[in-house]
Every structure is written in structure tokens, then in C-alpha cells.
């Protein structure tokens, strides 16, 4: 995109995201598995109940795409996008042009280990920051517990009594007495709802994002915004360090052409 004069940010934006968009199709099955076996602890663990009792990561993914199908894997998928994406391209873009800022400061290539770790943190910070609305709402929508239902005896509006009898129905699946609560997948989320929090009740992200703000203000929002912030920043820190030094040694071991005519 560079090479074709397209304006850097927008050339950054857009890689950030569409790297993250090849990689989901890894890392959210990967959530996925890796969420419920922490949830689950050991096997036949006797001090929590989660719902999950996997011998192994083989037979969980086993156990899951038998139990419930091969797209359970991948749960979560769109909200993790909507999330994840947009903070993919932020943190390319600032990383970059930090890195951009350091090398006219250094007037070198070469910025040095502190810089490169300062920059690839205060790109991931930066961008962490600014989508934790995105991760506020993933989360509520995907860990919130379905309201219990009403108690036998109390009286109920007659829509609710003939949704009742319609469950009667023979070919009906009987009720499950079990709470529903989906998982929340992709890097680990800061947020926590705070005490008496609504039920979003939605699968829209952009309705959950409306309900949050009316309920909680901006405060809502930027709920856990420090341990989100400190979290991109060191994850975003250390792998842009690793990054660009794993670059420099492959550049050593195959020099690109013209390099070694030019020594």
C-alpha cells in the first residue's frame, strides 16, 4: 500500500486489522478452549463447578464439536471482531508512527531497546485505552446471566402465560434449569460490572453500548480502562520488541537482495 503512495496511516490502519482478522480464525477457537479449561480447573475438579470437565485440550475440542458442533468454537466470534479489530489498527498506527517520531529524535534507524519497547507499549496502551468501550460492552454481552425465571404461583401477564403453554407442547424441548452464561474470548478482559449493573439483554453491540451509557454514564464505558491500559501496554510492548529483534536476525541470516553488493 506504501508502494502505491497510499497515505501511511491509512496503509497502517488497514494491515493492523486485516493481520488481526487472518489471525482470528486461530486465536478465537484457541479463547475458546482456553477459557473453559481455566474455568474448569482440573479434571473432576471437586472445589468448583463450571458447567466443564475436560480430561485434555484434545478432548475438550473433541467434546465440543460433538456436544454442541464445531461453530461453538468459535463463539464470541463477531463481538471479539467488533472489539479486536479496531484495536488491532489503532495499535499498528500508533506503534508506527511512535516509531516514526523516535527514529527523527535518534536521527538513526536504529532507536535502541528502550525505545523500541516505549513505543510498542505507548501504541498498545494508547489504542487499549481508547477501545475499552469496544471490550466493556464484548464482555457484559457475553459473560451477562440470562434473569432467572419467575417464581411458580406468581401471577404473569397473559402473554407470558401463553408463551407458557406453548413451551407445554410436546415436541418443546423441556426448560433448563441451568443458567446460560457464554464465555467471553480473546485476551483477557479488565472489565467488571459494578454491583446492580442492568442486564444488557441484546445481542447489539451498538444497543449495549446505548444501555451501558444511560445506566452508567461515560464512567460505564471506561470501566477497568487502568488494568486494560497497563495490560495492552506490556503485551504490545513485548511483542513489538520481539518483532522488530526478530527482524533484525532474519535480515542477518538472508540479507534482502542488493544488501550484500552494496557491503
Known amino acids: 500500500m506504501l508502494d502505491y503512495n497510499i497515505q501511511p496511516h491509512i496503509a497502517y490502519l488497514t494491515a493492523g486489522a486485516i493481520g488481526d482478522f487472518a489471525a482470528s480464525i486461530v486465536y478465537v477457537p484457541s479463547e475458546v478452549l482456553k477459557t473453559r479449561l481455566q474455568l474448569q ?14 480430561k485434555s485440550t484434545f478432548d475438550a475440542v473433541k467434546t465440543i ?16 471482531l467488533f472489539r479486536d479489530l479496531p484495536f488491532s489498527a489503532l495499535q499498528f498506527m500508533f506503534y508506527e508512527q511512535f516509531q516514526s517520531w523516535s527514529r527523527q529524535w535518534k536521527r538513526s534507524r536504529e532507536i535502541g531497546t528502550p525505545l523500541e519497547i516505549l513505543t510498542g507499549a ?8 481508547i477501545t475499552c ?15 432467572a425465571p419467575p417464581p411458580v404461583g406468581k401471577e404473569r401477564p397473559a402473554g407470558e ?21 457464554n464465555i467471553s474470548t480473546s485476551s483477557p478482559s479488565t472489565h467488571r460490572p459494578r454491583p446492580g449493573a442492568v442486564t444488557l439483554d441484546t445481542s447489539s453491540v451498538f444497543k449495549g453500548l446505548r444501555i451501558i451509557y444511560k445506566t452508567e454514564g461515560i464512567g460505564g464505558w471506561f470501566r477497568g ?10 503485551q504490545s510492548g513485548c511483542m513489538f520488541f520481539l518483532y522488530q529483534s526478530i527482524l533484525r536476525q532474519l535480515e542477518i ?6 544488501a550484500e553488493a552494496s557491503l
Open 41 to 54: 480447573g482440573r479434571h473432576n475438579n471437586p472445589y468448583f463447578k463450571s458447567g466443564y470437565n475436560y
Open 65 to 80: 464439536i460433538q456436544a454442541e458442533g464445531p461453530s461453538t468454537l468459535f463463539h464470541g466470534y463477531g463481538a471479539t
Open 122 to 129: 505507548a501504541g498498545g496502551g494508547l489504542a487499549g485505552v
Open 133 to 147: 468501550p469496544l471490550d466493556v460492552v464484548k464482555t457484559r454481552l457475553q459473560t451477562q446471566i440470562e434473569p
Open 161 to 181: 402465560l401463553q408463551s407458557a403453554a406453548k413451551s407445554t407442547h410436546p415436541k418443546a424441548a423441556p426448560p433448563s434449569h441451568e443458567q446460560h452464561r
Open 225 to 234: 480502562v487502568g488494568p486494560r491500559g497497563v495490560w495492552t501496554s506490556v
Open 253 to 258: 541470516w538472508s540479507p534482502p537482495e542488493g
